[in-house]
T-cell receptor, first 112, second 114 residues
Framework: QKEVEQNSGPLSVPEGAIASLNCTYSDRGSQSFFWYRQYSGKSPELIMFIYSNGDKEDGRFTAQLNKASQYVSLLIRDSQPSDSATYLCAVATFLGTDKLIFGTGTRLQVFP | GAVVSQHPSRVICKSGTSVKIECRSLDFQATTMFWYRQFPKQSLMLMATSNEGSKATYEQGVEKDKFLINHASLTLSTLTVTSAHPEDSSFYIC??????????FGSGTRLTVV
């Protein structure tokens, strides 16, 4: 059974701070890792994906992957109240052919 | 690019009736689409993988006779909830994958069975 684990939160951070979201996965064969943001009542929006060990930066977001530890994280710099949402970590074995397995999500609250 | 259009966005139906949800890839061809269900305050649970021109692959515990999936073309997959009951009320979301872009999701369908 493939599993993706996230702390459900809520994670509360002040505006302007760095929010750190974590995710672990059980399947060592996983190759593709995704972070999605989901606002209440809406479908998930892709923030970024990462395939290789190390860091990948996109604007205020940085994804970090450590395959040896089976760990992937998302850092949000200069957090804004509009970043308040549920962040979903998702994992797939092969991009394009394999199903995406989601974690339970972490609810982030950014307060002014 | 990589836009997935899902309709309807909301539907209310009577118990015992059937509801069809459409998912279209607008600017790319999707050989594979995925159907998820999300209950309140829970994560997305994969229901089935839809492959163009072949039978869908259902996840364990999902009734294939109740949730009919058709993927007749490279741009359209449909999910039909047959003989819907109140416990089928949920948020249904489709997804397609585009190489080098990742998985993109439709806007979701809020189904309420009364």
């Amino acid at each position: 059974q493939k599993e993706v684990e996230q702390n459900s939160g809520p994670l509360s951070v002040p505006e302007g701070a760095i929010a750190s979201l974590n995710c672990t996965y059980s399947d060592r064969g996983s190759q593709s890792f995704f972070w999605y943001r989901q606002y209440s009542g809406k479908s998930p929006e892709l923030i970024m994906f990462i395939y290789s060990n190390g860091d990948k930066e996109d604007g205020r977001f940085t994804a970090q992957l450590n395959k040896a530890s089976q760990y992937v994280s998302l850092l949000i710099r200069d957090s804004q109240p509009s970043d308040s949402a549920t962040y979903l970590c998702a994992v797939a074995t092969f991009l394009g052919t394999d199903k995406l397995i989601f974690g339970t999500g972490t609810r982030l609250q950014v307060f002014p | 690019g990589a836009v997935v259009s899902q309709h309807p966005s909301r539907v209310i139906c009577k118990s015992g009736t059937s509801v069809k949800i459409e998912c279209r890839s607008l600017d790319f061809q999707a050989t594979t689409m995925f159907w998820y269900r999300q209950f309140p305050k829970q994560s997305l649970m994969l229901m089935a993988t839809s492959n163009e021109g072949s039978k869908a692959t259902y996840e364990q515990g999902v009734e294939k006779d109740k949730f009919l999936i058709n993927h007749a073309s490279l741009t359209l997959s449909t999910l039909t909830v047959t003989s819907a009951h109140p416990e089928d009320s949920s948020f249904y979301i489709c997804s397609a994958v585009l190489e080098n872009y990742g998985y993109t999701f439709g806007s979701g369908t809020r189904l309420t069975v009364v």
